[in-house]
């Protein structure tokens, strides 16, 4: 499938053209008809201003391709619901429905699920999973800990700037939960479990 370029006009907020196939409708549950990718649900896709393509999200962007996508330059996107492209925001501005329960005009983050917690952190950067009010910032580690782990987290600089040892993905960008093992090394708990299971 070939791929046309998407220019951005920034004076009405609209793209001229859109590659056939990006910017279509997928889902999160298509049996449920829930509307996202594998990570999030969201009736809404972004378009990636490093090579103007079009992905659910940051995630489903990076895994097919060559480069990351940076999260905090993304400024359009295109509403599965009824097909307007148009600045990110947490509702659609032609159909008006709302494309994400929760959303983060820092991130460009969108997300439907409302059985989930999501928060950002400021010190951080990005939105992590949870209740905020279960975690705080730890400067030295440069991360969001679990206020229960706060005097055995193993605190260390930059902690979670490193990769799993089982599957070599950065803890940071991680949306798998990481769990400390007793001789205080991090990994995450889905690796953990999988190694467990067939160690």
Known sequence: MGHSKTTYNRQTDTTDEIP???ASISYHDQAQTILG???????????????????????????????SMDRHAVELMRCMLC??????ARSCRKCLAILGHYYCDKCKLLD????????????????LSGCKS????????????SVSARDKHGCKEKRLHCDCPICGEQFFDSVHSIIQ???????HEPCLNKHIQYS
């Not at 439907?112 to 939105?127: M, T």
């Not at 093992?181 to 990994?187: G, K, P």
């Open 20 to 22: 056939a196939g990006e």
């Open 37 to 67: 990718c594998t990570h999030y649900q969201l009736k809404a896709k972004v378009l990636a201003p490093c090579c103007n393509k079009w992905a659910a999200c940051r995630f489903c962007h990076d895994s097919s391709s060559d480069h």
């Open 83 to 88: 097909s307007e492209s148009q600045p990110v």
């Open 112 to 127: 439907d699920d409302k059985s989930k917690n999501i928060f950002h952190c400021d010190r951080c950067g990005i939105c």
């Open 134 to 145: 279960d975690y705080y910032h730890c400067d030295t580690c440069e991360a969001c800990v």
């Open 181 to 187: 093992a007793e001789c205080l090394h991090l990994m």
